[in-house]
């Protein structure tokens, strides 16, 4: 069965203290990894997708990596506006393109 | 550009009352999802629609659930007899959709519709 785990469940930072977000994954076959940014009351806000092993993509204080079997978001010198549930999915190969949702890992950056 | 538009953005009913929620993709997408996120839980996979193909839908919890997309644009979710359990928000995502790699199936997320069924 195709299955996402974050972790941890949540993580608290001083501002300017980088760390690393964990997204394993098990599926049958990779098309994508996707990580999303929801803010409370708000939808999921598109990051990043990766979609083989060893690409690298970044987008400002955010840098996403992809391995056979789980991605990380590193986080350099946070900011408190990147406070926000970072949720990570996958999608498999196939005739559907629907996609599988960890938990998320609710990040709280304070000032 | 405009994004996912959805509404009511809150809804409100009684048990065992019928509600639809609408979605209005990004104008040019082709596929259309929706999802459930209940309080604690992560985003649970519904329906999937792609052009005139026959939607893909695995991910309905009950029969009480039904969708549809009317002129490959906009969709409604309709749930029947509605029950305690499914208070949560439901979100629509669009993509490019077809049969291209890469940007196509990156989904894009609308603001949700917040379900509470009293």
């Known amino acids: 069965e195709d299955q996402v785990t974050q972790s941890p469940e949540a993580l608290r930072l001083q501002e300017g203290e980088s760390s690393s977000l964990n997204c394993s994954y098990t599926?049958?076959?990779?098309?994508?990894l996707f990580w999303y940014r929801q803010d409370p009351g708000k939808g999921p806000e598109f990051l990043f997708t990766?979609?083989?092993a060893g690409e690298e993509k970044e987008k400002e204080r955010l840098k996403a990596t992809l391995t056979k079997k789980e991605s990380f978001l590193h986080i350099t010198a946070p900011k408190p506006e990147d406070s926000a549930t970072y949720l990570c999915?996958?999608?498999?190969?196939?005739?559907?393109?629907?996609?599988?949702f960890g938990t998320g890992t609710l990040l709280a950056v304070q000032p | 550009g405009a994004g996912v538009s959805q509404s009511p953005s809150n809804k409100v009913t009684e048990k065992g009352k019928d509600v639809e929620l609408r979605c209005d993709p990004i104008?040019?997408?082709?596929?259309l999802y929706w999802y459930r996120q209940s309080l604690g839980q992560g985003l649970e996979f519904l329906i999937y629609?792609?052009?005139?193909?026959?939607?893909?839908k695995s991910g309905l919890p009950s029969d009480r659930f039904s969708a549809e997309r009317t002129g490959g644009s906009v969709s409604t979710l309709t749930i029947q007899r509605t029950q305690q359990e499914d208070s949560a928000v439901y979100l629509c995502?669009?993509?490019?959709?077809?049969?291209?790699?890469?940007?196509?199936?990156?989904?894009?997320f609308g603001p949700g519709t917040r379900l509470t069924v009293t």
């Open positions: 995502a669009s993509s490019l959709g077809g049969t291209w790699s890469g940007p196509a199936y990156e989904q894009y």
């Open positions: 599926v049958s076959g990779l098309r994508g």
């Open positions: 990766l979609y083989s």
């Open positions: 999915a996958v999608q498999a190969t196939g005739a559907t393109n629907k996609l599988i």
């Open positions: 104008s040019g997408h082709t596929a």
């Open positions: 629609f792609q052009g005139n193909s026959a939607p893909d």
